[in-house]
């Protein structure tokens, strides 16, 4: 069983457009990210939802709207789409055992998203 | 200037090599240092995780932390063509909740 799934795995699409992707895990865990690769494999943090709360939203343009239903499930929603926002996108888990953010994350296979 | 720096290679070794990984941070305020290992098209995957300075093995991967220099380093002894992956460095500071990674090396290791 894939513990940590996104969907879609590849999405190409028009500038202006707006889109969605969908991240569930199946580990249990407490907390959930979303993170930008760029095209030189720098990795950053966007968000981080801890039980459904928002805990963590890093400089992202307000275009990008995370929501997270439960536990399980983090989807991210962009409005609007800029070339700029061309990059894969994992999404993440991990259990909160009171390390302050330094619990093992597990990441999903990653969306790879291309505007034109 | 990033708050880690990372050289993103390529490098390329042959097999059997020892392998040297790095990275320096400016943040003093990190406490755990971890290596993720990420294969082409997938999504990264913890190798190591350190706390604080000091040297921490597994099998043929050994992860060093030197606080005072602010360097991190991970060595792969007898390394294998199925390593060949890039390597991104991670910390975090205590009570931080997330992770700031180097931009990761690309490392080929040659049969």
């Known amino acids: 069983d894939t513990a940590v799934s996104q969907t879609p795995k590849y999405l190409v699409t028009q500038m202006g457009n707006d889109k969605s992707i969908k991240c569930e895990q199946n580990?249990?865990?407490?907390?959930m990210y979303w993170y930008k690769q760029d095209s030189k494999k720098f990795l950053k943090i966007m968000f981080s939802?801890?039980?459904?709360?928002?805990?963590i939203n890093e400089t992202v343009p307000n275009r990008f709207s995370p929501k997270s239903p439960d536990k399980a499930h983090l989807n991210l929603h962009i409005n609007s789409l800029e070339l700029g926002d061309s990059a894969v996108y994992f999404c993440?888990?991990?259990?909160?055992?009171?390390?302050?953010?330094?619990?093992?994350?597990?990441f999903g296979p990653g969306t790879r998203l291309l505007v034109l | 200037q990033k708050e880690v720096e990372q050289d993103p290679g390529p490098l390329s070794v042959p097999e059997g090599a020892i392998v040297s990984l790095n990275c320096t941070y400016s943040?003093?305020?990190?406490?755990?240092f971890m290596w993720y290992r990420q294969y082409s098209r997938k999504g990264p995957e913890l190798l190591m995780y350190?706390?604080?300075?000091g040297n921490k093995e597994d099998g043929r991967f050994t992860a060093q932390v030197d606080k005072s220099s602010k360097y991190i380093s991970l060595f792969i002894r007898d390394s294998q063509p199925s390593d060949s992956a890039t390597y991104l460095c991670?910390?975090?500071?205590?009570?931080?909740?997330?992770?700031?990674f180097g931009q990761g090396t690309r490392l080929t290791i040659n049969p």
């Open positions: 943040n003093s305020a990190f406490q755990y």
């Open positions: 991670a910390m975090s500071p205590l009570g931080a909740q997330k992770l700031v």
């Open positions: 993440a888990s991990s259990q909160d055992k009171g390390l302050g953010g330094a619990e093992t994350q597990y």
């Open positions: 580990l249990g865990h407490d907390t």
């Open positions: 350190t706390y604080s300075s």
């Open positions: 939802y801890n039980n459904k709360e928002l805990i």
